[in-house]
């Protein structure tokens, strides 16, 4: 096969896509997208050498002869070809790195109308026929998965994996001379995330598991492995009374190679320029290309308040730590917010999480007057500001409340359609499936939740537990439950669903067991009091539940 030139080179075959070099076209099942003419000359130079370690030098002395080129851009070229062939650089199936070193192309590469040959490895496709093929592929596995078996959890990649680079922003450090500001950069990092978040050709892992590695010694290599990234910003930030200075570098986790360093300085009122021009920075280096929508999103300003956006950051730090009392202090933090700037729509957002959490965490004694305030709250948000995605996720929680589960469906559809790598939404969608007797695809929805935020918080596990007691599989809903009470013993929700999947295995004695332990914590606690906190469309789901209770030994009234 003569692929010596794109001009010249015959059409081939790569990994389950058809490549036109004269055309500069690369083709899947149902998608077909071209190529930069430099990007295909790449491609067809590791095609000719497939196998054979290809040099960063080679590379450039043959695509770019007699032009003095950055390391950059070799990067990006494989970047963009990975992306067009739904390879990932942590697992790859068509371009490998070799670190300090080059690329090999370690796919077959065949003339077109030669058969594959079979290979153990799953073809990479893109676009809706990987959709069609991971959903078929999903279905099999939800059948078959064990995880449970061997003590560990996983999450599928084959149905969560896109092509799509994977992006880790670690938190941020404070330089300060204060600890006292650790929020601030916390706050920072927040926001990065949220921003890249919102460009759909990112792949952006959730807060919840980046912050766990905020007083970590780990180092690049093994933050990725374990996040499943490709790439790390790591940055820090000094606040020194007027004066802001930020650090980023993006980090390839392929070899620890920073692509780029970047120092910003200014005043502090210059915050909003500085984080814009960071996330523009960063999905530049990464050759991502926006949306219109996505473009209006990331353009608009939170509010030109430095005083309100720093108040509005205490309180999500307060509000962060998920305590009663903590609640009360976020509260109080962006109603000062609000004070400040009656038009930030952020702080209003926070407040109505304030409300929401008072109702599903059990801190108020009317939950559904609390859920009114948030969805109150949530609504007067997004008519200021439709972009803030938290407005949705809340909306889904309250109909889900309201038993309208349609409405608390489209309310998290939107939420990802603003935030496509919303990990809680996921998260919540799959809850709202769950109780809408959708289980097979509430543990999809979970898969992707559980890639995007991969150190699972106990509330995942919480909903995973659930998901399978509603599938009757009463046996691993224990256990995962079980998981989850071990991390958290408060978590009153777990407990009470231990104590039916127990009961309903016929473990009693640790069946009752959990509701002497809930008794002692809730004294007066009742089969009277869950109608309202277990919202099933299948009536004949929570009469399993409370079957299972009754087993465990939990009173009527």
Known sequence: MDITSPGSAAPFSVAG???????????????????????????????????????????????????????????????????????????????????????????EVLPLGTAAKASPRRPAVGGLAWAVTATLIGLLLIATWTFLTRGELATEQATTRSGKPAVAVLPFKNLGTSPEQDYFANGITADLITDLSKASGLLVIASGSVFAYRDSDAGPRQVSAELDADYLVVGSVQRSGDALRVNVQLIDADDERALWARRYEGPLSDIFDIQDQLTSAVISALQIELAPVEREFLAQRPTASIAAYDLYLRGLEAH????????????????????????????????????????????????????????????????????????????????????????????????????????????????????????????????RAMRLNPRHTASYLEVLGEI??????????????????????????????????????????????????????????????????????????????????????????
Do not use: C
Not at 487 to 516: F, H, K, Q, S
């Open 468 to 557: 399978r007691f509603v599938q009757r599989r009463y046996a691993e809903s224990a256990s995962l439950f079980t998981r989850v009470l071990s991390i958290n013993p408060d978590y009153m929700r777990a407990r009470l669903w231990n104590a039916a999947a127990l009961a309903l295995t016929g473990t009693l004695d640790a069946a009752a067991w959990e509701v002497t332990e809930l008794m002692v914590s809730n004294p007066g606690f009742s089969l009277a009091r869950l109608e309202f906190a277990f919202p099933f469309k299948d009536p004949r789901v929570l009469d399993a539940l409370l079957d299972g209770l009754k087993m465990a030994g939990l009173p009527d009234a």
């Open 17 to 107: 896509y058809r490549v036109e070099p004269s055309l500069l076209r690369v083709a899947g099942v149902a998608t077909h997208g071209r190529l930069e003419s430099k990007v295909m000359q790449v491609l067809v130079y590791l095609a000719q050498h497939a196998g054979q370690t290809v040099s960063r030098a080679e590379l450039e002395q043959q695509i770019w002869p007699g032009r003095v080129v950055t390391e950059d851009t070799v990067t990006n070229a494989i970047v963009k070809l990975r992306r067009a062939l739904g390879d990932n650089a942590r697992r790859p199936r068509v371009i490998e790195t070799i670190p300090k070193t080059g690329y090999r192309l370690i796919a």
């Open 320 to 447: 962060g730590h998920r305590s009663r009392e903590q609640n009360l202090i976020a509260r109080e933090s962006f109603q000062r917010a609000v004070g400040l700037d009656p038009a930030l729509a952020r702080a209003y957002t926070g407040l109505a999480m304030t409300h929401s959490r008072d109702a599903i965490d059990g801190w108020v004694s009317t939950p559904s007057r609390s859920l009114e305030q948030a969805a109150a709250l949530a609504a007067k948000a997004a008519e200021m500001d439709p972009s803030v995605p938290q407005v949705y996720f809340i909306r889904g929680q309250v109909e889900l409340f309201r038993r309208r589960h349609l409405a608390a469906i489209a309310a998290t559809q939107r939420a990802l359609q603003v935030d496509p790598n919303y990990a809680d939404a996921y998260a919540l969608s799959a809850w709202i499936l769950n109780y809408a007797g959708r289980s097979d695809e509430a543990q999809v929805s979970m898969d």
